[in-house]
């Protein structure tokens, strides 16, 4: 059949008319996608949370453990800071930034006060993740407690072998473990002198014991004299009895110690008794600015092994470099950080990248994120035994002060200076 002209335009104009209705719902739907995707980016966008991450803990602002203690604290504010300059912490599951904020009580360095402090922390302030006391002998106070109610612990400040030998499953440790805290000085002695003998010296609190048998153990391995093994009692204002004893013996070295303050004291005591030997490694103090306030060029020589020493450069993986770690520190407190210090924001770091793995704040889950991780901060590695929860990436560094001034001397491929042996006379 043929069309006639009106027939033709009629089929024009009803084509016309179905093009322009396709348009219009084309564009019609393309409005409603980019409505819809932009609701979803809107719905997605992170924001930040109402309510603040909460960092639990104690610590010795008073008391026997007060100086380290507060150099820890230190770190701790600091990487607080850090992290909320950042934006926060993110957490998946919730597509949420968390602002930190510390919740902590000074525990007077006392076990009692832990015991309190560490239930009131979750039962009342109810805090969302716990960090230890420092020292050993009080992180393994707390650790009964987070273990009896199955919280996360992150033990900062303490590294006693025994916290991670009583099976418990939420705890992750960041300090090397304290068995092996003497064994470089012990190195040293054998390859400087032949048939050394030493006498180890030990405060009575876990960290110490954990050091000295850890170093007994060692020695002895490897055909080293251990001719005395004296504990003293953990308030002792005199070490001259055993220091006497020790002056008797004619040893090449004196081993041990415990904290900061008896180990002030067993220095001026062995100088006073005119003990010289050829070398003298403590445990804690001399790793701490207060150490040659106290002792001056009496410390020359001593040598102590060291969780981090700022000279020391790691290749880094995640957080802070170590300049940009030192340029803040100095800023905010106007001291030079310690290896408490360090470990304590660090410690912050391996929370914070727990969380980012695991995308939640369960206390579980995060345990079990840590199993996996494996980073490298200024502080150095940071990789846990899954099993026990006890640190095994960090590496120790044997530091020695010279002329006033702190040196990293072991291993010899880090090192900042030769080391002087024997120690000076004094």
Do not use: C
Request: hydrophobic share 40%.
């Amino acid at each position: 059949m043929l069309l006639t002209w009106s027939g033709r335009k009629s089929l024009v104009n009803i084509k016309a008319v179905s093009t322009t209705l396709v348009v219009a719902v084309l564009v019609i739907a393309v409005v409603a996608g980019v409505g819809v995707y932009l609701a979803i980016q809107q719905l997605s966008a992170p924001t930040v949370a109402e309510k603040p991450l909460v960092i639990g803990f104690s610590i010795s602002i008073s008391g026997d453990f007060a100086v380290p203690g507060r150099k820890q604290l230190e770190g701790i504010e600091l990487w607080k800071d850090w992290i909320n300059s950042k934006g926060g912490i993110y957490v998946k599951d919730q597509n949420k930034y968390y602002k930190v904020e510390l919740k902590y009580y000074d525990d007077k360095s006392s076990k009692d006060e832990v015991i309190r402090l560490y239930e009131k922390l979750i039962n009342e302030d109810k805090v969302d993740i716990l960090l230890s006391p420092y020292s050993s002998t009080l992180a393994l106070t707390a650790a009964g407690i987070t273990e009896k109610y199955g919280r996360l612990m992150v033990v900062v400040g303490a590294n006693s072998d025994t916290i991670f030998k009583q099976g418990y499953k939420n705890i992750v440790g960041t300090y090397t473990p304290a068995s092996k805290m003497l064994t470089q000085a012990i190195d040293i002695l054998l390859e400087k002198v032949q048939n050394p003998s030493v006498a180890i010296i030990f405060k009575d609190d876990a960290f110490a014991k954990s050091v000295a048998e850890g170093a007994k153990a060692y020695a002895e391995q490897k055909g080293v004299n251990v001719v005395a093994f004296e504990m003293y009692p953990r308030d002792a204002k005199d070490l001259s009895p055993i220091l006497t004893k020790i002056k008797g013996l004619n040893v090449d070295a004196i081993l041990g110690g415990g904290h900061y303050e008896d180990e002030v004291l067993l220095v001026r005591q062995a100088k006073e008794l005119g003990i010289n030997v050829k070398l003298m490694s403590l445990l804690v103090s001399p790793s701490l600015p207060a150490f040659y306030d106290a002792l001056k060029e009496t410390s020359e020589g001593i040598l102590a092994p060291s969780h981090w020493e700022p000279q020391t450069k790691p290749k880094i993986t995640y957080g802070p470099t170590i300049d940009e770690f030192m340029t803040q520190f100095r800023q905010k407190w106007n001291s030079e950080p310690s290896y408490h210090s360090a470990a304590a924001f660090a410690a912050g770091l391996y929370i914070t990248a727990a969380i980012e793995k695991a995308g939640t704040l369960d206390n579980a889950k995060l345990r079990a994120a840590f199993n996996d991780l494996d980073i490298t901060t200024f502080y150095g590695r940071l990789k846990i035994d899954p099993a026990t929860g006890n640190q095994v990436g960090h590496e120790l560094v044997l530091l020695q002060w010279q002329g006033g001034q702190k040196q990293v001397v072991w291993p010899r491929e880090v090192a900042t200076a030769q080391l002087i042996f024997p120690k000076p006379s004094w």
